[in-house]
């Protein structure tokens, strides 16, 4: 552990105690996730059965034709939000936001099919960062004409962060936004009990195991029959693939980002 990041750790558990040992457990849980990965005996990809035609197979898992119209309007937005980024003169991508990476494209374009096919009331999203996701989400409620998102997310150590955490939202899209800073530990069960039944579930924040077993644990009884979780980087552990084994979704796929060898993941509940 870097001797700057554990003095900024231990000043944030100073001031924050359950989000400083949270930050902390983070990192004893990476090394826990790595070593069971490694006695699995295969690569992620291969483990999770991914391929890169996750677009066609994300459809199908709705029972959805592909192509379709919705997809094409992707692009546009995505270069929206890429150019809107650039202007502002923050980095995108890989390695952006503090060591971490900007949604990959290819999660993205789920969830904006995803949201232009459920038309969701209420969606629940953790990890933030500059925003892509929320943006692309927001922007989909906007074109649906209804719908809320609420979106958990712990700011960076770095107090000179905190100015970026969702930079990418327009003004013009915030009205249907609910920004909740804080661990998913914290806020995700009391939020969830607030609102109910919910249609769509995004997890993209701290990708331990044991967080994702969490959020998902909390997030699937919510889910509406026919919903839809969708899991960003299921490669850093095996909680993803364990929670389809032992829940059964519908439906569920595994896909590879554009870029790094990044997988994301989607399940779908029983109708």
Same mark, same amino acid.
């Given at each position: 552990m870097r001797?700057?990041?554990?003095?900024?750790?231990a000043?944030?558990?100073?001031?924050?105690?359950v989000?400083g040992?949270e930050?902390v457990?983070g990192?004893i849980?990476?090394?826990?996730?790595q070593?069971e990965?490694?006695?699995?005996?295969a690569?992620p990809?291969v483990?999770?059965?991914?391929g890169l035609d996750?677009a066609?197979r994300l459809?199908?898992?709705?029972?959805l034709?592909?192509?379709?119209?919705?997809?094409?309007?992707f692009?546009?937005?995505?270069?929206?939000?890429m150019?809107?980024l $650039?202007?502002?003169?923050?980095?995108v991508?890989?390695?952006?936001?503090?060591g971490w990476?900007?949604?990959?494209?290819?999660?993205?374009?789920?969830?904006?099919c995803v949201?232009?096919?459920?038309?969701? %009331?209420?969606?629940?999203?953790?990890?933030?960062?500059?925003?892509?996701?929320t943006?692309l989400?927001?922007?989909?409620?906007r074109?649906s004409?209804a719908g809320?998102?609420w979106?958990?997310?712990?700011p960076?150590?770095?107090p000179?962060l905190?100015?970026e955490?969702?930079?990418?939202?327009?003004?013009?899209?915030?009205?249907?936004w609910t920004?909740?800073?804080g661990?998913?530990?914290?806020?995700?069960?009391a939020?969830?009990d607030?609102?109910?039944d919910?249609e769509?579930?995004v997890?993209?924040?701290l990708?331990t195991?044991r967080n994702?077993?969490?959020?998902?644990s909390?997030?699937?009884? $919510?889910?509406?029959?026919g919903?839809?979780?969708?899991?960003?980087?299921?490669?850093?552990?095996l909680?993803?693939r364990k929670?389809?084994?032992?829940?059964?979704?519908?439906?569920?796929?595994?896909a $590879?980002h554009?870029l790094g060898p990044?997988?994301w993941g %989607?399940?779908?509940?029983a109708a």
């Amino acid at each position: 552990m870097r001797l700057g990041y554990a003095t900024r750790a231990a000043s944030s558990m100073l001031l924050h105690p359950v989000q400083g040992t949270e930050r902390v457990r983070g990192r004893i849980d990476r090394h826990r996730d790595q070593r069971e990965l490694a006695r699995a005996g295969a690569p992620p990809a291969v483990i999770y059965r991914a391929g890169l035609d996750g677009a066609a197979r994300l459809h199908a898992a709705l029972g959805l034709p592909w192509p379709c119209e919705t997809a094409a309007t992707f692009g546009p937005a995505w270069d929206a939000v890429m150019s809107d980024l $650039r202007a502002s003169g923050l980095p995108v991508g890989l390695s952006s936001y503090a060591g971490w990476n900007d949604s990959d494209r290819t999660f993205a374009a789920a969830i904006w099919c995803v949201i232009a096919h459920l038309r969701p %009331a209420r969606v629940v999203e953790t990890g933030v960062a500059h925003g892509l996701t929320t943006r692309l989400i927001l922007e989909g409620l906007r074109r649906s004409g209804a719908g809320h998102l609420w979106s958990i997310d712990l700011p960076a150590v770095d107090p000179a962060l905190h100015r970026e955490i969702g930079v990418a939202v327009p003004d013009r899209l915030r009205s249907r936004w609910t920004y909740i800073p804080g661990t998913s530990r914290e806020r995700l069960p009391a939020l969830l009990d607030e609102l109910g039944d919910i249609e769509v579930f995004v997890h993209d924040s701290l990708h331990t195991g044991r967080n994702t077993r969490f959020e998902l644990s909390c997030a699937w009884p $919510r889910l509406r029959s026919g919903g839809a979780a969708v899991v960003d980087d299921i490669d850093h552990s095996l909680a993803f693939r364990k929670f389809v084994a032992r829940e059964h979704p519908a439906s569920w796929i595994a896909a $590879r980002h554009v870029l790094g060898p990044g997988l994301w993941g %989607a399940a779908i509940k029983a109708a």
